[in-house]
């Protein structure tokens, strides 16, 4: 079950990083006959792999709370024993 909920969560994150695009579509081209040169400033994305380091925080986190709650389950079950 755990794999397929891990999967899932990068499938999810994948296509959200897909999904979201910080750029837009580029201006249209500037009037050829006014000699100048092209359009106004063309955009650049933002997030800069952002997306993937939110994702892997959010594994991490994830990982590391369940690891937690484990010992501390296995710590009670020592406790109850003795």
């Keep these: 079950m ?18 979201v695009l910080a750029d837009g579509p580029p201006p249209p081209p500037g009037n050829p006959g006014s000699g100048g040169g092209g ?7 933002i997030d800069g792999g952002l997306g993937i380091l939110l994702a892997m925080g959010v ?15 296995k710590a009670g079950d020592i406790e109850q024993a003795a």
């Design 2 to 19: 755990k794999k397929y909920i891990c999967f899932s969560l990068i499938a999810f994150f994948v296509c959200l990083r897909l999904a």
């Design 39 to 45: 359009g106004g400033p063309v955009g650049a994305p």
């Design 59 to 73: 594994a991490y986190g994830g990982r590391k709370f369940f690891q937690a709650r484990k010992s501390k389950k």
